[in-house]
Every structure is written in C-alpha cells, then in structure tokens.
C-alpha cells in the first residue's frame, strides 16, 4: 500500500509542473494605437511604419469632409464620416512598402491623397 501512495505523490506532483507549464504567459499586449487625421487632400501623418505580426488599431479621423484609407494590398479599408473617427483594427502578415489611397472621393485633390504604411520585420 505504501508504494501506490508515493507513486500518487509522484504523479500529482508531475501534473503540477506540467500544468504550471501550460499556463499562458502574460496576457498579450494591446494592439498598437495609430491615428491619423485626414483633410482636404492630406493625411497627418503621411507614413507610419508597424512591425509584421503586430495588430495594430489604425483610427482615421476626418477633418472636414467624409475620407476613407484602403490599403488595396492588404485587404484594409476604413472610412471616416465628416468630423467623425472610426477605427479598423489588422495584423499585417507581410513585409513591404504599402500605399493607402483616400477611399473616398473628396474633391479635386483626391487623387493625390495618400498614406504610406512601412511593414518590418
């Protein structure tokens, strides 16, 4: 009788250690807030560079009329009624330069409205 009772200690004590091994690790950090401010025909800031992997919270607010950012390549899109903010949160899986356009039109000077995202390793 005495040898199953030290096993049971044995094997109680090996699910313990196993299980303080499983236990996750500190809760993962909140994704990484990026405002941007878009107004005719502008975006402030106009580059912005994120690590591969990290969310991130890309908030876009417009100024003055109604703006949106795409970032065709990515598959991100989110737009922005006039003085109001919204927000889009993406992880981005790849490596690169990337060009966002304003995804809404928003006057003469629409077409040259445009935000550059740096993705690193």
């Not at 903010?85 to 928003?106: A, I, Q, R």
Request: proline share 5%; with cysteine; net charge positive.
């Amino acid at each position: 009788m005495k040898p199953k009772i030290n096993l049971s200690i044995v094997f109680a004590a090996m699910l313990a250690a196993a299980l303080m091994l499983v236990q996750p690790s500190s809760a993962q950090s909140a994704p990484r807030r990026i405002e941007v401010t878009a107004k005719r025909f502008d975006f402030t800031p106009g580059d912005i560079t994120v690590k591969k992997g990290e969310a991130v919270v890309l908030v876009l607010t417009s100024a003055d009329v109604p703006h949106g950012i795409r970032f065709k390549e990515l598959g991100v899109e989110v737009k922005a009624g006039k003085g109001k903010t919204s927000e889009v949160t993406f992880t981005p899986s790849k490596t690169g330069t990337f060009v966002g356009h304003c995804s809404v039109f928003c006057g003469s000077g629409h077409g040259s409205m445009k935000l550059t995202l740096h993705v690193v390793e």
